[in-house]
């Protein structure tokens, strides 16, 4: 099993300034905060990245500025996926991966294919791509569930594919994916509300939302979890339940740049078609943030 993503990764959030330039800086910022304060592992581009209004250029930057900040402290994943497999296959070839551990691949979106559709898209990225593959499957994004056959096909296919971050909120799921997986394949939550249950059951952590802005709180519950220990780890997820529900009422990330504004680590801004969080959600979370311990 790669311990390298057993724990507590986060989805990193794109800071950008008023101008909508990418704020390097408040960046760096993130980063450190988190390495030390616990968190396990760094994730580069993907949803919470606003992976999808920045251009390759910014990319390039933003994985520069992650690499320099973090220095080889934790593993770093790198988000690249889409529902055009060739434009895929070419991002991965052109991109240097040598500091990167592995890459996070969403299953194709829009598109909406069958499931043997979704196992040939990532058989072909699994076949071209030098470094290990982390599935992504979040259907409430790409309107289409990689059910978990085809999550389990892939696994014992391909010794590249060693996880996927499971996003679909489905405790059926996660179950089964548990029950029947290799016993080296990482079952990863991407919920953050069930993170902790789908690690009591035997998962392998989360890649988180809110963890990077409570790091030190949201990764002890985390370890709790791997550890046994439910009744510690159940303590800290009601301290954490109000917070995780509001960063998601709106869209993410605005919700979750909104406590970080809250917490004078980046500024709110997010790039069209997202919208900041609403004045009354900011309060909430204002107040959540104030009254935190």
């Known amino acids: 099993m790669s311990s390298k993503f057993i724990g507590t990764g986060v989805a990193l959030v794109t800071p950008f300034k008023s101008d909508l330039s990418i704020d390097h800086e408040a960046l760096t910022n993130i980063v450190n905060f988190n390495i030390e304060n616990g968190t396990d592992y760094l994730v580069i581009c993907g949803t919470t990245g606003e992976s999808v209004t920045i251009t390759k250029q910014e990319k390039q930057a933003v994985v520069q500025t992650i690499s320099q900040a973090n220095n080889g402290r934790v593993p770093m994943v790198l988000g690249i996926g889409g529902n055009n497999t060739v434009a895929v296959i070419e991002e991965i070839k052109e991109t240097n991966l040598s500091n990167i551990d592995a890459i996070l691949s969403v299953s194709p979106y829009y598109s909406k294919p069958t499931q043997e559709g979704i196992y040939q898209h990532f058989k072909a990225i699994a076949e071209s791509c030098t470094t290990d593959v982390i599935l992504y499957n979040v259907p409430g994004r790409t309107s289409k569930n990689m059910e978990s056959e085809t999550t389990l096909r892939l696994a014992n296919d391909f010794k590249n594919i060693i996880a996927v971050k499971e996003a679909g909120n489905n405790v059926a799921q996660y179950l089964q994916l548990l029950k029947d997986k290799p016993e080296d394949f990482l079952i ?32 002890e519950m985390i370890r709790l979890g791997l550890n046994g220990n439910a009744k510690a780890s159940y303590d800290i997820h009601f301290k954490l339940m109000d917070i995780v529900s509001y960063i998601f009422e709106e869209n993410n990330p605005a919700g979750i740049k909104a406590v970080f504004e809250a917490i004078n680590l980046c500024q709110d801004t997010v790039r069209l078609p997202l919208v900041p969080a609403s004045n009354p959600l900011k309060e909430k979370i204002a107040a959540f943030v104030k009254d935190f311990k």
Not at 198 to 217: D, H, M, N, R, W
């Open 188 to 219: 990863i939550s991407g919920d953050d509300d069930l993170a902790l249950s789908v690690v009591l059951a035997g998962g392998a952590g989360v890649i988180s939302v809110i963890g990077q802005a409570f790091p030190k709180t949201f990764s």
